[in-house]
Every structure is written in structure tokens, then in C-alpha cells.
């Protein structure tokens, strides 16, 4: 029974843990970049991520670690969906992390 016992204990120990001035640095990008992204809502914005994606869209919403923008697919369809097309398929929004973010560009 004991051996149970240590193995709940060592389960239980963290493998990894953000050093201190790793954890501000986060923080302090998270809002100013919260901050950014609020003062310029329902702007035309280029995003560039960290791992090479870019949209061109509109910022609908920041919260806390999410940017939620409006993807606009204005003339083109993705899906083929039976019967008239409707417009409110037309725009998508994508929520991305804050932290992958490498560039947003006010188009």
C-alpha cells in the first residue's frame, strides 16, 4: 500500500513550472496585446501567427487570452450546401491565442 501511496505523491508533482520572470513577461505581452486589440474592434486587420497563417479579417471580440476575429468570405464558397446560398455563411469567426500571434496589421 505504500508503494500506491508514492506513486500518488509523485503523480501529483509538477514537471514543469514557469520561471518567474517567464510568467511576467507573459502576462505583460497578454495585455498589452489585450488592450491593443480592444481599442481597434471592428477594424480591417492583417494577423500573422507564429506558425506562418495569415488572415485578413475583422476584430470582433478580446477576452482575456482569445482574439475572436470575423473571417470574410465575400465570393467565395467553401461548402457546397443544398439550396440557396445563405449570407450568413459567408462570415466565420476564428478565435486565436494571443500568444501566437507574431503581427497584427491595421489594413
Known amino acids: 500500500m505504500s508503494s500506491s501511496y508514492s506513486h500518488t505523491e509523485a503523480a501529483a508533482a509538477p ?3 514557469c520561471e518567474a520572470h517567464v510568467d511576467h513577461t507573459l502576462r505583460s505581452v ?4 489585450h ?4 481599442q481597434h474592434a471592428n ?5 500573422e501567427t507564429i506558425d506562418g497563417d495569415v488572415f485578413e479579417s475583422y476584430i470582433v471580440h478580446c477576452h482575456k ?6 473571417l470574410s468570405n465575400e465570393g467565395c464558397s467553401r461548402a457546397f450546401l ?3 446560398v ?5 462570415n466565420v469567426i476564428l478565435p486565436l491565442v494571443l ?9
Not at 35 to 38: D, G, K, R
Not at 43 to 47: A, D, M, P, Q, S
Not at 99 to 107: G, V
Open 65 to 70: 487570452s482569445i482574439l475572436c476575429i470575423r
Open 43 to 47: 477594424r480591417l486587420v492583417k494577423v
Open 30 to 33: 497578454k495585455s498589452h496585446l
Open 99 to 107: 500568444f501566437d500571434l507574431l503581427a497584427i496589421t491595421l489594413l
Open 86 to 90: 445563405n449570407p450568413y455563411y459567408n
Open 15 to 17: 514537471f514543469y513550472k
Open 82 to 84: 443544398p439550396g440557396p
Open 35 to 38: 488592450q491593443l486589440c480592444s
